[in-house]
């Protein structure tokens, strides 16, 4: 597609309920990353894909968080009995490789804003 | 280990005169840096990024940052702010391992007419 894509858009959500946050990144790109915004917290990284795998998963917060990708396309981030800590903007990021040093541009969807009431 | 510090946690200026947003990283590789814009309900937008080229780097809108080594610094100007500019900007180190940004706490810039 022509950008990163993220759904829900919104979601509200019962305290315990599980959910899960969908993204499909830019068609091609190797690496994604799930990224966290929370009110005062600033942007957490929370896991990096590389192709289906994950070399960098060191920012889930607990056990009750997981990612899986697969294809090396879409992948999905699963908040299991999820807690009113929870509510944020989750961010979907890709980008064609996982390097830096080339001048690889790392591109953001617009997130899912997700709320835990 | 990578990390930004913004110095500043919001910055006002009136439409037309410069803006400056100070960043300093620390690094133990050299570093890549990179400036996001985000503006109310919008997603990050890539502003500039600098990756051991030329100090100097050049971006959208107008915007430039200056990499200087010795103090450790990345700060973002533009010389004449307008009011579309009104966003919360953030400074990014990578990972030298690949995979991960690093963002600083992010500067709301507000632009007083």
């Known amino acids: 597609g022509a950008g990163v894509s993220q759904s829900p858009s919104n979601k509200v959500t019962e305290k315990g309920k599980d959910v899960e946050l969908r993204c499909d990144p830019i068609s091609g790109h190797t690496a994604l990353y799930w990224y966290r915004q929370s009110l005062g917290q600033g942007l957490e990284f929370l896991i990096y894909f590389q192709g289906n795998s994950a070399p960098d998963k060191s920012g889930l917060p607990s056990d009750r968080f997981s990612a899986e990708r697969t294809g090396g396309s879409v992948s999905t981030l699963t908040i299991q009995r999820t807690q009113q800590e929870d509510s944020a903007v989750y961010l979907c990021?890709?980008?064609?490789?996982?390097?830096?040093?080339?001048?690889?541009?790392?591109?953001f969807g617009e997130g899912s804003w997700l709320t835990v009431v | 280990a990578q990390s930004v510090t913004q110095l500043d946690s919001h910055v006002s200026v009136s439409e037309g005169t410069p803006v400056l947003l100070r960043c300093n990283y620390s690094?133990?590789?050299?570093?890549?840096l990179f400036w996001y814009v985000q503006h109310p309900n919008k997603g990050l937008q890539l502003l500039l990024k600098y990756t051991s080229a030329a100090t100097l780097v050049k971006g959208i809108n107008g915007f430039e940052a200056e990499f200087k080594k010795s103090e450790t610094s990345f700060h973002l100007t533009k010389p004449s702010a307008h009011m579309s500019d009104a966003a919360e900007y953030f400074c990014v180190v990578s990972d030298p391992k690949g995979g991960k940004l690093i963002f600083g706490q992010g500067t709301e810039l507000s632009v007083k007419p």
């Open positions: 690094s133990s590789y050299s570093p890549s």
């Open positions: 990021a890709s980008s064609l490789r996982g390097s830096f040093n080339s001048g690889n541009t790392i591109y």
